[in-house]
C-alpha cells in the first residue's frame, strides 16, 4: 500500500502544503501531483460528479507523490469508505458538531480494531488483492488519516471533546462556514475567527494533534504556522484561473479592448 506522504511528513513534525483542485480534468491532478504538493483536497462535499469521475482523478494523481484528502458531506459514512478504497489517503469530514460525530467518522475510516471500516481489497488502496489481508488492514490503519473540520461555533466549544477522539489526526477550522454561522458572512479577518483559531491550536496542542485551516495569503499562513498549524491549504484551481483572466482583462483594457462582463470585478 503507499505511504501516506502527510503522515510521513506530519509524523516527523514537517508542515504540509495542500492545493484544492475543483476542475475534473484528470491533467490538473496529474500534473499538481508530479510538482510535489503534500495532497490535494477534493471536494466532493459541495460539487456534483460522481465518486466514479472521483476515483479516474485520484489514479491521475497517483503519477505523482500528492495524497489525496477526500472531503465527503456531512454524514456520508458510507461514502467515506468508498473514497479510501479509490484510493485517499485521508478523509476530511465536515460540519462535525461533537466527540460522538468524530469518532463515528474515525469508525468508518479505520479498519478493525480502530474502527469498523468493511473490507474488500479489490480496489486501488490495497493495490488490487496483491497483499495478505492482515498486513493490508494494519498498513490501511497505519497511512490513512482522518480531519475533522470544525465549522460551527457550537464545535468550537466542544474542540477538546473532539481533538480528544482516538483516531483523529487533525483539526481543521472551516472559516468560510464558521463565518457564516457566526453571523459576520465573508469577514475572514473577523476577531472571531481569530479566536477560533486560537481555540482549535490550543485544542490540538492539549490532546497531542495536529491542526490546520486554509490561508488566504502567504502572511496569513506564516502566522498561523507560527501558533503551530502543521496542514495549509494555499490556492484553488477555479480561483487561480479566475484571477487570471481577470488579468488579463486589466491588462488589454488600455488598449482598447472591451469585455461584455456579466460579472462585477471584484472590490
Known sequence: MRASRIKTKLGRGEPVLVTTLHLIDPSVYEMVSLMGFDGIWMDMEHHTYTLQTGSELMRAARVGVADIIARPAKGEF????????AGAHGIMYPRCDDAEEAAEAVAWAKFAPMGRRGCDGANPDMPYLTMPIDEYVAEANRQTFVIIQIESPEALERADEIAAVDGVDLLLLGPGDFSILSGIPGRMLDERV????????????????????PAMSVEQAKEMMEMGARLICYQADFVMIKNGYEQVQRDMSPLGFTFDRQVDLPK
Open 78 to 85: 458510507m461514502r467515506m469508505q468508498r473514497m479510501l478504497e
Open 194 to 213: 481569530a479566536d477560533a483559531k486560537r481555540k482549535i491550536a490550543d485544542a490540538a496542542r492539549r490532546a497531542g494533534k495536529d491542526w490546520g485551516c
